[in-house]
């Protein structure tokens, strides 16, 4: 039995998406982007600063790594906790020893608490992400939108307030955006995102936000955690992907992006450092190899011709 020819007729039907957010453009088909002093891979690092509330908010959601078994759940509660205790000045030291500059994206909870974190973070010369209020500041299309522009512009004033520079990035929990997010940010004075996946290059929106995709599966949740593989694995999945990267910008021309998530309470152990060092420096030695932050990407990508 044939479909009903007006099975596929609905207002928002159009060439390659069914939204008027930004215009298909498969990536053969751009103009390449230059990154610069000809380096042309933009390895990029992510760190996840989160701040989790012993109490779960399931409403829209249960953001991932939320606290799992019967209240108080002290277990869950104090290995995440590690992470901004321990795990994250392991990181700090490591970015230092290579010079890299990397992304931060905290909750504002985490500048509320703790402002000395973002102290160091600002002195460090490392760029700060808003990523909502705190673990429980999930959107999706079922929160109001007054709502949801409240949590914006909370996480906003409070990094603002405690860093001294108000973010330009944002980063939704989980990725998860409602229909209204991509207008709300722009509303507040953002100039970029993270959350949509579905390329490896900055891309515009149709009201001026960019998006930087930000890569799930090579994060260090999805490939230790979920995955179960081992932090060498993970490096040598990284470094593979860099090159793979690498031998295609010079084949094609232009530069190429490498996104990788990092969360303090995973790759901040003690057994998983001595690798990821050895990961940085396998990183810095590649003459591609430009470390950046998503302001610096933004700037090079709006400065392309």
Do not use: C
Not at 37 to 62: H, M, N
Not at 241 to 267: N, V
Request: glycine letters at 6%; zero cysteines.
């Amino acid at each position: 039995m044939s479909l009903d020819p007006t099975y596929l007729d609905y207002p928002k039907r159009s060439l390659g998406y069914d939204h008027a957010l930004y215009p298909y453009s498969p990536l053969p088909h751009r103009a390449p982007l230059h990154w610069p002093a000809g380096k042309t891979v933009v390895t990029w690092f992510v760190v996840s600063l989160e701040w989790f509330p012993i109490t779960p908010e399931d409403k829209p959601f249960r953001a991932p790594g939320h606290m799992q078994t019967a209240y108080p759940d002290y277990r869950h509660y104090t290995s995440r906790d590690y992470g901004t205790r321990v795990g994250f000045y392991r990181l700090l030291d490591a970015f230092a020893k290579v010079g890299a500059k990397v992304s931060v994206a905290a909750n504002a909870a985490i500048a509320a608490r703790y402002p000395g974190i973002i102290a160091d973070i600002v002195s460090a010369g490392h760029e700060i992400i808003a990523h909502a209020t705190d673990m429980n500041g999930t959107i999706a299309s079922t929160l109001p939108v007054e709502e949801e522009r409240a949590l914006i512009v909370q996480s906003l004033a409070t990094l603002e307030q405690v860093s001294g520079t108000r973010p330009r990035g944002w980063h939704s929990i989980a990725r998860s955006q409602s229909f209204a997010t991509p207008t709300l940010l722009k509303e507040a004075g953002l100039d970029y995102m993270i959350d949509w996946a579905n390329d490896e290059m900055p891309y515009a929106f149709t009201n001026g936000l960019v998006n930087i995709p930000l890569n799930h599966e090579l994060s260090d949740r999805q490939i230790i955690n979920t995955q179960q593989q081992s932090v060498d694995s993970y490096a040598q999945q990284v470094l593979d992907a860099h090159d793979w990267l690498a031998k295609e910008a010079a084949g094609q021309g232009g530069g190429r992006l490498l996104p990788l998530h990092l969360t303090p309470y995973i790759i901040g152990l003690p057994y998983r450092m001595d690798a990821f060092e050895a990961l940085l420096a396998d990183l810095a030695a590649r003459p591609e190899t430009w470390f950046a932050r998503g302001e610096d990407i933004l700037e090079a990508f709006r400065n392309t011709p």
